[in-house]
T-cell receptor, first 113, second 114 residues
Framework: DSGVTQTPKHLITATGQRVTLRCSPR?????VYWYQQSLDQGLQFLIQ???????AKGNILERFSAQQFPDLHSELNLSSLELGDSALYFC????????????FGPGTRLTVL | DQQVKQNSPSLSVQEGRISILNCDYT??????FLWYKKYPAEGPTFLIS?????DKNEDGRFTVFLNKSAKHLSLHIVPSQPGDSAVYFC?????????????FGKGTSLLVTP
């Protein structure tokens, strides 16, 4: 158990809808990262927050947004969903903005029908 | 563009033998490399890492080798055990404009047979 929690575990929705994925980092970790793993793809970095502020952006679509709250949990919002957004979404956390190791949660499997 | 490549999607090894998983990268800005292990229905778990200033790091049965000139790293597992069967991801970190996020390969599925 990495100490990172993600909810929900599974999510099934329809095209055009909006969903919110939630992540709670390990106790004491200030940095949260979001990754997407599509079929046959490695994990693709989406975005990083550190202590409430956005620190780095990867291949995140404009339809996607994220935020980190004062209690350090983070939410990833996906809107106008398309079939191709079906994927595993992982959250990871680390203690510092630059940390050697990121600890991953179990992921949320999103299915868009 | 895939900056971290794991060209072998799968590998099968007998229990007790050595498993060698390979990884190539293209970005010379990468300064830290990690291996993660992933079981089905779980998130990736950190396994071992190596800084670009080193060429070898060992932790128990796991050793990572880095060849900077070839932009290549490998993970050796000796001896391999059935419990090592999982997908192994190679990852690299740079302090470029994408921050300190990790760039992952697509993974190699290792099967260790009794």
């Amino acid at each position: 158990d990495s100490g990172v929690t993600q909810t929900p575990k599974h999510l099934i929705t329809a095209t055009g809808q909006r969903v919110t994925l939630r992540c709670s980092p390990r106790s004491g970790d200030l940095s949260v990262y979001w990754y997407q793993q599509s079929l046959d793809q490695g994990l693709q970095f989406l975005i990083q927050y550190y202590n409430g502020e956005e620190r780095a952006k990867g291949n995140i679509l404009e339809r996607f947004s994220a935020q980190q709250f004062p209690d350090l949990h983070s939410e990833l919002n996906l809107s106008s969903l398309e079939l191709g957004d079906s994927a595993l979404y992982f959250c990871a956390s680390s203690a510092l903005v630059v940390s050697d190791t990121q600890y991953f949660g179990p992921g949320t499997r999103l299915t868009v029908l | 563009d895939q900056q971290v490549k794991q060209n072998s999607p799968s590998l099968s090894v007998q229990e007790g033998r050595i498993s060698i998983l390979n990884c190539d990268y293209t970005n010379s800005m990468f300064d830290y490399f990690l291996w993660y292990k992933k079981y089905p229905a779980e998130g990736p778990t950190f396994l071992i890492s190596i800084s670009s200033i080193k060429d070898k790091n060992e932790d128990g049965r796991f050793t990572v080798f880095l060849n900077k000139s070839a932009k290549h790293l490998s993970l050796h597992i000796v001896p391999s055990q059935p419990g090592d069967s999982a997908v192994y991801f190679c990852a690299a970190r740079s302090n470029s404009n994408s921050g300190y996020a990790l760039n992952f390969g697509k993974g190699t599925s290792l099967l260790v047979t009794p």
